[in-house]
């Protein structure tokens, strides 16, 4: 391997700031990736289950099915023996239609909602911000669902040797078993290239046999709960689990289901109205069997039998074309795709799609250590947590994370929702929305350090789309320039205010939403991107400099009317000015706006006076019980929920950098009571929060109990989806981001390498992990020792790094790389 050489004066920081790499093993980087590849030293794996889900019983209800997507299509399967079912979504089935919810009595109500609140009126200005200022109507539209389609199968005995699996690597979901009749395999995916959902059976010789139905969209009830016991409960299932079937039921209203030639059904619908909003979109559904046995269509259903290998692919598709125009033609849509798929041998389909998964999948790869646990069906894992050593598992929760990414936010698709795109029914909890006070934001954290950069762009066009509904809001509730959203939004980029005063009064979610997207921006340092940011960016920070209002007291800028996202306060309501949360998110906007306009040499004036009102918003402040304060006034010891989930005024210490150990350590401290005081088990999410900000803040073994509490059975579900409860994909997105954080951070302009390893994982290595600045590292460490870095990025760039302590400042060579190990180090001493 190449030496890298640097100046004398450099090699001695190196030893300073990295000494822990002078202790290291003889052997170069190469080698050291390789010899824990091949099962030497601590970190060595068996790498039988590695990245694989499995299991020794099939689905008994939806948390337990195994989740399948390409961004567009969603599959949830559920490896049943008797009935296979594959629940389907596409992220355009939404309720309702084009609509503008915004509010024209808000602009003239607005100064008397400021007065109250100045005047500490704040039940009079919650009646008043309920009565004129809410979005009409007060809801937002839900995500919906495509049905269900069950195979019932012809031989349905109690099955032997059953495993189902997940592999995420490949993106395809297995299930195998045998009858008396021999082996019976599945396996399913959904193609990226081909969009379409295909899935594979075989079977003895003359022994394979269904009926194909489909059930169509309907209300469900959503598990509501977790306890310790689920995952075992699961795992000990009766035997009559196996053969389960359930009924197809009647079609719901306005739908059709014909044959489609010799071999197919199409499904043609309406999505459902709701909340005054008329139905305005049409789906449908192309369901193809191409089997080598008989095949006979009968009302509505396709029966194969006598056959020995069959393929069932699906497409599905609606007349959305835009949040403004519904026009589209679905029937051909699916016709076209279903038409070209089938024309592909099936084995192709399925290198395609491998490969194409494996292009953003293989991006990234974590070793934590490995133990006999590892070797054990997943839900069996999940039930442990806590009780055995399980490394394996935090690196498998970390891609899972990244692989529901993959399946649920492509470039062209829609962003990933609350749910991510995979829903049961047509009343997901929370209508399966865009909570932009968090969630949404939440779900897209782990994409840029984790290599899947690519997978932002619908968040980047979702935001350009609000920015354009937004500055209508902007001008019609606030008389603003610029624009502006609220703490939800949907497939139809309502932007107004909505479900209750005390939940949707709150005028930053846009200006996150731009936050979240600059972060994007600085980890890959796109040109491209920035362009396409910027005017968003800059009409976020319009809408604030119209908007802002100085303090009665003489505090500085502050927003009015907002809150400190869904916590109520102790005066009986939870609006305010001037919340933390409000100041420190425009603080970054700002930050970001005058950045982005300096890079791109734009609009020097308005420059000026965004850096005018950055210099004078609001600081954050210290309360008496040593906390960092919740709202300008010291009303934290006495809000009436103390361990709310959310932990919105620590908004500057993770995802922002405003508050952090080097520079501001007296607000970190007061950041830790904060976390101290709200103790560490939340919601799903909430405790994905607390865990990302206990790593920002160097407690390697608070952090790790975190993640304990995140991935045991109390927040994980027997598939590792998050369990909030119900189920929200968020808290699987934040869990990823926060073990990447103790991993490596990138902020203030350095990397900090392993700056919260705990104990747990002693060896390990991650290749492919991003930081800020366009760069990619590879990390390899023993004993809690670095013992191997590689950093990738534009040669001749300067990076400082950061380790145990001590900075040092390095320059990538002219092929764009700086590598060390622990012998290099030593000799260049």
Known sequence: MKRFTVPDRQRRHLMLGLGALAAAPAIGWTAQLAASRAGTGAAARTGEHDNVLWYRQSAARWEEALPLGNGRLGAMVFGRVGQERLQLNEDTLWAGAPYTPDNPAAREALPRVRKLLADGKYAEATDEVAAAMMGKPIRQMSYGTLGDVLLTMQDAAPPGDYQRSLDLASAVAATRYHTPSGMHSRESFVSAPDQVIAMRLQAPKGKLGFTLAWRGPRKVKAIASNHPGLATDLANAPATDWLQVEEAGPLPPDTAIVADGPDAILVTGRNEAMHGVPAGLRYALRIQVIGDGKLRYADGQLTLSGASTATVLMAAATSYINYRDVSGDPVAIVRRQLAAAA???????????????????????????????????????????????????????????????????????????????????????????????????????????????????????????????????????????????????????????????????????????????????????????????????????????????????????????????????????????????????????????????????????????????????????????????????????????????????????????????????????AARQTLLDRGDLATGWGTAWRLCLWARMGDAEHAYSVLKGLTGPRRTYPNMFDAHPPFQIDGNFGGAAGIMEMLLQSWGGEVLLLPALPAAWPSGRVTGIRARGGLTVDLAWEQGQLTALRIGGKPGDAVTLRHQGKAVRVKLDAGGSFRATGPELKASA
């Open 343 to 669: 024309r592909k041998p099936y084995a192709a389909l399925k290198r395609d799609h491998v490969r194409e998964h494996g292009s953003l999948f293989g991006t990234m790869s974590i070793d934590l250590g490995t133990s006999a646990a590892a070797q054990t069906p997943t839900d069996s894992r999940i039930a442990l947590v806590g009780k055995q050593d399980d490394p394996a598992l935090d690196a498998l929760y970390l891609q899972y994370a990244r692989y529901l990414l993959i399946a649920s936010s492509r470039p062209g698709v829609q962003p990933a929702n609350l749910q991510g795109i995979w829903n049961e029914g047509t009343n997901p909890p929370w209508g399966g929305k865009y909570t932009i006070n968090i969630n949404t934001q939440m779900n897209y954290w782990p994409a840029d350090p984790a290599g899947l950069g690519v997978c932002v762009e619908p968040l980047l066009r979702m935001v350009e789309e609000l920015a354009q509904t937004g500055a209508r809001t902007a001008q019609t509730m606030y008389g603003a320039r610029g624009w502006v959203t609220h703490h939800n939004t949907d497939l139809w980029r309502a932007a107004a205010p909505i479900d209750a005063a005390k939940y949707g009064m709150w005028p930053c979610g846009g200006a996150w939403l731009c936050n979240s997207l600059w972060d994007h921006y600085d980890y890959s340092r796109d040109a491209g991107v920035l362009r396409r940011l910027y005017p968003v960016m800059r009409g976020a920070a319009e809408f604030f400099l119209d908007t802002l209002v100085e303090d009665p007291q003489g505090r500085g800028l502050v927003t009015s009317p907002s809150m400190s996202p869904e916590n109520s306060h102790p005066y009986g309501s939870s609006l305010a000015a001037g919340p933390a949360m409000d100041r420190q998110i425009v603080r970054d906007l700002f930050a970001h706006t005058l950045e982005a306009g300096r890079l791109l040499g734009q609009d020097a004036a308005l420059m000026a006076r965004i850096a005018d009102a950055r210099a004078r918003l609001a600081p954050d402040r210290i309360g008496g019980q040593g906390q960092l304060q919740e709202w300008l006034e010291d009303w934290d010891a006495r809000a009436p929920d103390r361990q709310h989930r959310h932990v919105s005024h620590l908004y500057a210490v993770y995802p922002s950098a405003q508050v952090n150990l080097r520079d501001t350590p007296d607000l970190v401290r």
